[in-house]
């Protein structure tokens, strides 16, 4: 899973293309793609984010496409996106 893609639902219900870098009993640790090409060469990284489970979902091009969109209009269908 370390470095997988996935939609996460940020505050405010904002719906963000992140990565993971890893996953425990408590959550799901994100971060983005400059911190994670640190995090794996061992450098100097912003450490990452833990989310609940229920707020990380499998990434789904067709979705991640439309998010600007959705954005905009202030919708976004979480039930439309699958749970990690």
């Known amino acids: ?3 997988d ?3 996460v639902r940020a505050f405010g219900g904002l719906p963000l293309i992140r990565r993971i870098w890893e996953e425990d009993e408590r ?3 994100i971060t ?3 911190q994670l090409k640190r995090l794996l060469a061992g450098g100097y ?5 833990g ?6 979902f499998r990434f789904d091009p067709e979705l ?3 998010m600007d969109h959705l954005n905009k209009e202030g919708k976004w269908d979480w ?5 990690v």
């Not at 990284?45 to 984010?49: E, F, G, L, S």
């Not at 989310?51 to 990380?56: A, I, R, W």
């Open 64 to 66: 991640a496409a439309e």
């Open 32 to 34: 983005d793609d400059v």
């Open 45 to 49: 990284a912003i450490q990452p984010v």
């Open 51 to 56: 989310f609940p489970k229920e707020d990380v």
């Open 79 to 83: 039930d439309k996106l699958t749970p």
């Open 1 to 3: 899973m370390k470095g």
């Open 5 to 7: 893609l996935v939609i």
């Open 27 to 29: 959550g799901v640790y």
